[in-house]
């Protein structure tokens, strides 16, 4: 099996941005005997095999080191998720009780997302960070943040070959589905040709895709399907069709029986309304909260209408956490929603999404 292609930006200036990312990287991880490696709060797919593959990567390479795979909420990881390999040994914050020498981030740029593993992060020694979401203020002693870089798997693959490691069959099939979530099975903005190639050399490696796609999308409990088919019930179009959402209530969960953490498709769901630009699903979850989902299918950045509300992401997928409730939610996003559609019309199809 060969897995000694080169997978790597193809900026040059990006190329080299990264591996001096990774250069200085190596005095932390090299001195570091404690190392907690954790990805951000409400885990997808990235943040989950990104983080679980970067730990085997780094024991591999450093075996003296004890890796602790760190969950930033005291909750189970969504049950998706628990065919990746490694998944079993994610740890609690609250089960937590050592002091890192090193804190590694992966998937996350703000600190905020660290929710309850935060405090961890402040006690550690080092910080250092491997992200793709755009940020102002990276945190942490050194960073790799490269928003071209359709998920944070791409960078922990070309990490991997930076240090000369193999990857494993197991590091694949972690690493591919961190690649296959977060460009929606590559049919998102950010599906570019650095991503078929490291999911090339993934599945060369031995990542099964199949696998992934049977628990990922071909596995929905009833509830589920029952509660998604109350949110599609209720898709609603704004500003000609434009824009659409739709929601999922407290009491919509507890009629169906549906959990929290399986509504990562929900979105997608609101999204595919022929003709809509951008689409917008919240849930409601514990605490009197809501979390919103937003997309993008042409250039419209719907990272700024997240951030106006107290969240953030990429241009294409953004999303935030509102105190409130859904219809205060609407409420205030919507209208952010249709100021940005009438800024600019040559975004809506335009090929520079620069
Ligand atoms: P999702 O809508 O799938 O939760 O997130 C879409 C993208 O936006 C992901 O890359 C995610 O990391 C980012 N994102 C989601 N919610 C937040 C948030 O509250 N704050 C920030 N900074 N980013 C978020
Ligand atoms: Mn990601």
Redesign the pocket.
């Known amino acids: 099996m060969s897995c000694c292609d080169r997978i790597m930006p193809r900026d040059e200036e990006e190329r080299l941005a990264q591996e001096r990312g990774f250069e200085s990287f190596l005095p932390f991880l090299a001195d570091a005997t404690e190392i907690a490696i954790c990805a951000h709060t409400s885990p997808d797919g ?2 989950l095999g990104s983080q679980l593959a970067l730990a085997e990567l780094v024991a591999r390479r450093w075996p003296a080191a004890h890796v602790t795979t760190l969950l930033a909420d005291n909750q189970a990881a969504p049950h998706i998720y628990s065919f990746l390999p490694g998944f079993d040994g994610l740890v609690r914050p609250e089960d937590y009780t050592a002091t890192p020498d090193l804190f590694v981030a992966v ?1 996350l740029s703000d600190t905020h997302r660290l929710n309850e593993a935060q405090a961890i992060c402040e006690r550690s020694r080092h910080a250092i960070v491997i992200d ?1 979401h755009p940020t102002q203020h990276p945190f942490g002693d050194q960073a790799v943040v490269r928003p071209e870089a359709a ?2 798997g791409v960078i922990v693959a070309e990490f991997a070959q930076f240090l000369g490691v193999d990857i494993t069959s197991t590091m694949a099939q972690n690493l591919l589905c961190a690649i296959i979530t ?1 460009t929606g099975r590559f049919q998102y903005q950010n599906s570019n040709g650095e991503a078929f190639k490291v999911a090339s050399l993934l599945v060369d490696c031995g990542a099964n895709p199949s696998e992934i796609s049977l628990n990922v999308y071909q596995s929905f409990g009833l509830a589920f399907l029952h509660l998604k088919s109350l949110v599609l019930g209720r898709i609603t179009t704004f500003e000609r069709g434009r824009i659409a959402y739709s929601y999922a209530t407290q009491s919509d969960f507890a009629r169906t029986g549906a959990n929290l953490d399986e509504c990562d498709g929900l979105i997608d769901v609101v999204r595919s309304v022929e003709g809509s630009e951008v689409a917008l699903f919240l849930k409601a979850v514990p605490g009197g909260k809501v979390r919103g989902n937003l997309r993008s299918k042409g250039c419209w950045d719907v990272s700024q209408v997240a951030k106006a509300v107290g969240g953030g992401g990429h241009r294409a997928a953004a999303g935030f956490t509102w105190e409130g409730d859904i219809d205060e939610a609407l409420v205030a996003v919507l209208p952010l929603l249709r100021t940005m559609l009438s800024e600019d019309p040559a975004k809506t199809k335009g090929d520079d999404c620069s």
């Open positions: 990235d943040a998937d793709h998920a944070a977060d």
